[in-house]
């Protein structure tokens, strides 16, 4: 079973939409949770820190639910430039003897259609 | 600001030559990830470096692969008698610090090098 598992898609939503990702993780022990937005042939750049409150980043909020080791991620009034793969991703802190690397997932694939 | 760079951006290379790709992290940023993108897949850990130091190798694939960052700044990934499987891209990232709080931290990434083995 992968440490961080979600759905690869890919979503295809019109302009507009909203869409809501999901994910969730293997190691109870994870300390620090992200969104991750990749576009095609670029590298991962950070979309937003995950807290246990909740936290909203104007059309983008982002929930965690240790209890269940789920994350979320909802995309309102989705825009044509939120085209992109969106990796969710964990740290596990120094569990284990990790030194604080990231653990991805696979990504999940937006496509926005006008 | 400068960001991570990393060179070269593209390689292609022949099955059994040896390869080194090279990471400019920020500029004082005490620590330095390697990471190995396959297609189609998350970024999967290799390597951490806090400076020169090099603390968790758990991550590379086989003893071809060999990683330094000798004076604590730029690190170079080898990989030795390159395979098939080794095509991929490879991403470096680096933070501001080498504390247990830097999993908490932000973490830069580069371009990337695209590795193709003939």
């Known amino acids: 079973r992968k440490e961080v598992e979600q759905d690869p898609g890919p979503f295809n939503v019109p302009e507009g939409a909203t869409v809501a990702f999901n994910c969730t993780y293997s190691?109870?022990?994870?300390?620090?949770f992200f969104w991750y937005r990749q576009d095609c042939r670029k590298e991962p750049k950070l979309l937003m820190s995950?807290?246990?409150s909740g936290n909203e980043d104007g059309r983008f909020t982002a929930q965690l639910n240790r209890a269940s080791q789920y994350i979320s991620l909802l995309i309102r009034d989705s825009k044509l430039s939120d085209s992109a793969t969106y990796l969710c991703?964990?740290?596990?802190?120094?569990?284990?003897?990790?030194?604080?690397?990231?653990?991805f997932g696979k990504g999940t694939k937006l496509s926005v259609k006008p | 600001g400068a960001g991570v760079s990393q060179s070269p951006r593209y390689k292609v290379a022949k099955r059994g030559q040896d390869v080194a790709l090279r990471c400019d992290p920020i500029?004082?940023?005490?620590?330095l990830f390697w990471y190995q993108q396959a297609l189609g897949q998350g970024p999967e850990f290799l390597t951490y470096?806090?400076?020169?130091?090099?603390?968790?190798k758990s991550g590379l694939p086989s003893d071809r692969f060999f990683a330094e960052r000798p004076e604590g700044s730029v690190s170079t990934l080898k990989i030795q008698r390159t395979q098939q499987e080794d095509s991929a891209v490879y991403l470096c990232?680096?933070?501001?610090?080498?504390?247990?709080?830097?999993?908490?931290?932000?973490?830069?990434f580069g371009p990337g090098t695209r590795l193709l083995v003939l």
């Open positions: 990232a680096s933070s501001p610090n080498g504390l247990a709080g830097r999993f908490q931290e932000t973490q830069y």
């Open positions: 190691n109870s022990a994870s300390q620090s």
């Open positions: 995950v807290y246990s």
């Open positions: 991703v964990v740290n596990v802190g120094l569990y284990g003897g990790s030194q604080g690397n990231l653990i």
């Open positions: 500029s004082g940023h005490v620590s």
């Open positions: 470096f806090q400076n020169e130091a090099q603390l968790d």
